[in-house]
């Protein structure tokens, strides 16, 4: 069982960057690949971004060059640095542990979201 905590959210004028980090329980957070991804009202749930257990990283067209994750495995936590912030990016981001890949029926732990506003 892991349990994920995001935080980092909060409200930004376009061009600006946020941080989001996630906090994960459980001894074998090392084992899991981490994904990011967001929702926006009246949208389904999309991929971000998502990291293997080696640091290998993945990320959505919409968002390459813009935003990076990593993983720190000592500290059982993952990370979404976001760069260059569109309204677009308006959403709440979630966490999430599973298999790595885009589809979000891979993974199988979710965090409770944080909210991200982006205004032009």
């Known amino acids: 069982q892991v349990q994920l905590v995001e935080s980092g959210g909060g409200l930004v004028q376009a061009g600006g960057s946020l941080r989001l980090s996630c906090a994960a329980s459980?001894?074998?957070?090392?084992?899991?690949?981490m994904g990011w991804f967001r929702q926006a009202p009246g949208k389904e749930r999309e991929f971000v971004a998502a990291?293997?257990?080696?640091?290998?990283?993945s990320y959505a067209d919409s968002v390459k060059g813009r935003f990076t994750i990593s993983r720190d495995n000592a500290k059982n936590s993952v990370y979404l640095q976001m760069n260059s912030l569109e309204p677009e990016d308006t959403a709440v981001y979630y966490c999430?542990?599973?298999?790595?890949?885009?589809?979000?029926?891979?993974?199988?732990?979710w965090g409770q979201g944080t909210q991200v506003t982006v205004s032009s």
């Open positions: 999430a542990a599973g298999r790595m890949g885009t589809m979000k029926e891979r993974y199988d732990y």
């Open positions: 459980g001894r074998t957070f090392s084992s899991y690949a």
């Open positions: 990291i293997n257990w080696l640091g290998s990283p």
